[in-house]
């Protein structure tokens, strides 16, 4: 039976009726309506389901929804502001490092949290970062020189 | 599809009462990341889940001389991981733990949890095997410490009876001028299961000898195993190279790999010789030479196919 479950979802307190069962992903898919995290295996394999949970990376397929009360999470939908896109949304769009689209979500989620610790990064460092992540369509290199110019401009504007 | 209630204890002893009370109807998580994935095949189908991640005082991580590691049971592999201790005193277990799947899953799986799945292939296990880990296993009558060597008993299968909960990890502190590493080899690297896993832990002693020797293999045998006959091959001896070759020759041998999706028996066999000798000469080496940077232990860690 659906429970009630209290999140904090980009800023913002969301109470939802969710089964006890449903993952992270489900409860935002299906419950909370924001369908930037994308259902790729469902298994903790492609990381297109990667959101922050205070601000940390995490696949939310491998998250119990219910588990997550304490937690401040972070989708696609909260990084732009109202300046726009976030640094490394932006990089990504400037730097091509987008295809289908499918991955890009969890890659720049991915690319966030990372980039939040480690603002000064070798090019080696993002892509152990980004490991987690499975793109069909770029090769990574695009994704990588977007990741690399993100930190730049953050570095830029601390 | 199968369905599930949630319980989320607020103590060990409502954990206990909780697992007690729903008996082999319940399942007990942590990280919950192997968890979700066997619920969602089918293989593990609860009716109750008892969620162990808001019990307070479990995800704890302390070092000292004289106790050695401490890891709770809500540590993650990523704390693990990032931790400057466990990076220099216990390097095969950081290696361990950063082979380990990826960023996004180490941030929820937890050491113990990965302990009590029991997977042949588990990363941080033949680490945690070597540096000689004991574990504290709570049950309703109190608690008892088992060594992990007793805790694996077959593929997925633990020394806990039901109701027990593994609260906590220790590892003594390596003897002096030690070293060790940690290496996964797997097709794609992270998010992937191991094909084959192999940690030594090498102390030097001052005659410049082998004092004392662990070589811990993965996926190659029903549990993570010890290759005991080769460590004691290898102590004592001068830690030169054929000496090392002979002892990854006597530990690939005690393996009893399995042909899986992932590689051929004799592959495995093959790869495990490899990984003892080159996670061997390492750990010999940097017991006198001191301990690797850790960018330098991320790269050795994941040897891939390609």
Redesign the interface.
Known sequence: MKQPLNLNINGENRLMLVEPYYSLLDCLRDEAQLTGAKKGCDEGDCGACTVLMDGKPVTSCLVLAHSAHDAAITTIEGLAGVDGLSPVQKAFVEHGGLQCGFCIPGLIMSATGFLQDNPDPTEEDVRFAIGGNLCRCTGYQRVVEAVMAAAQEIRETR | M?????L?PQSLDEALGMLEKHGANSRL?A???DF??R??TGVWRPEI?V?M??VPGLDGLHFNDDDGLSIGAMTTV?DIEQNSIVRSRYPALAAGATAF?????R??ATVVGNVCNASPAGDTLPALLAYDAQCRIVGSNGERWLPLTEVFVGPGQTALAAGEIMTEIRLPTPPPNSGGLYIKHSPR???DISAVGAASVVSIGSDGNCASVRIALGAVAPTPMRAFGAEGRLVGQPPTDDNVAESARLAAQASRPIADVRSGAEYRREIAQVLAERTLRHAADTAVGGVADF?DI?RLAVQTTW
């Open positions: 199968a369905r599930f209630d949630y989320e998580v990280g919950s990341t979700l994935v619920w969602r889940v969620c991640q808001h990523q799947a990826g960023v996004q899953v941030n929820l690297g992270a998010m960018d991320r």
